[in-house]
């Protein structure tokens, strides 16, 4: 390969991995809502998804699942649930913590002596009352969007795997592959060359999605991100479940 082909795929690449997607959206999500380890791990994780793609790729297994119309609609269907599941886990955690945030709210104004602060028409707390709302449990972590769904008690392997799923679950990403390898990447290309391009787009990609878990959680804006954590989680999640819709439909259009 010469230098033009090496540069010519690394500027597609580029252009391909900066472009808003799931990929994206699960590294910043993890960078406001839990921590900047944690988003790198994330985005460690959408990178070992992509060398998986390209090492399909370069071995020609994409071609031979775009070839074949049930495998290819298998997995896009299977990836359209996942992502789903992803969007289903986000707005349940969100939903979950504003009625804990309700339900604390409530149980710290109430007051069962009926008393009422002195200049206010509201009751004011008592002290057992003050004890009860502190003693309200939390949600168990699955009604929180735990496990491996959400953000809460988010672990390092857990953060991997969300990446990992999160990129391979993008069927859409066969049909980019062959179109990135097939117009630069020779067909007679030597091991060490393809060897080189997997190296190059990994180190490249892992930059970039690095990057973005860095700037997405810089302490000052992650702080007003996890003030409205709800209204991350909804938005999050309602994105994930509209990819999941685009990728249903466009896999009934094509069967």
């Known amino acids: 390969m010469s230098t033009t082909q090496y540069l010519a795929l690394l500027g597609l690449w580029i252009a391909g991995i900066v472009s808003p997607g799931p990929d994206i959206l699960v590294i910043l999500r993890n960078a406001f809502l839990s921590s900047r380890g944690k ?33 290819k609609l298998t997995i896009q269907i299977a990836g359209a649930l996942f992502l789903a599941w992803m969007g289903y886990g986000s707005i349940r955690s969100a939903l ?3 009625a804990n945030s309700r339900r604390r709210s ?6 069962p002596t009926g ?6 028409s509201e009751a004011a707390p008592s002290p057992a009352t003050m004890e009860a709302a502190e003693q309200i449990p939390e949600p168990a972590p699955s009604a929180h969007g735990g ?5 809460k008690n988010l672990t390092g392997f857990r953060a991997v795997v969300q990446g990992i799923i999160t990129n391979l679950s993008n069927a859409k990403a066969i049909v980019f592959f062959i179109a990135l390898f097939a117009s630069v990447v020779p067909a007679n290309a030597l091991w060490w060359e393809s060897m080189l391009v997997a190296v190059l787009l990994f180190v490249v ?15 000052a804006l992650a702080a007003r991100f996890q003030a ?28």
């Not at 390209?54 to 699942?65: A, D, Q």
């Not at 008393?115 to 206010?120: I, K, R, Y």
């Open 147 to 151: 496990g491996i769904l959400g953000t």
């Open 106 to 111: 409530e149980t710290t104004h109430a007051s």
């Open 96 to 98: 979950a913590a504003k």
């Open 115 to 120: 008393g009422a602060v002195p200049g206010s």
């Open 39 to 71: 988003a790198m791990l994330t985005a460690l994780g959408v990178m070992i998804g992509n060398i998986i793609w390209i090492t399909l790729s370069l071995t020609g297994v994409t071609v031979v699942i775009n070839q074949n119309e049930v495998l």
């Open 228 to 255: 409205h954590s709800v209204g991350v989680e909804l938005i999050a999640g309602v994105v994930f479940l509209a990819v999941s819709v685009l990728l249903l439909v466009e896999a009934a259009l094509s069967w």
């Open 205 to 219: 990609g892992l930059a970039w999605f690095c990057a973005v878990a860095w700037f997405g959680s810089v302490p």
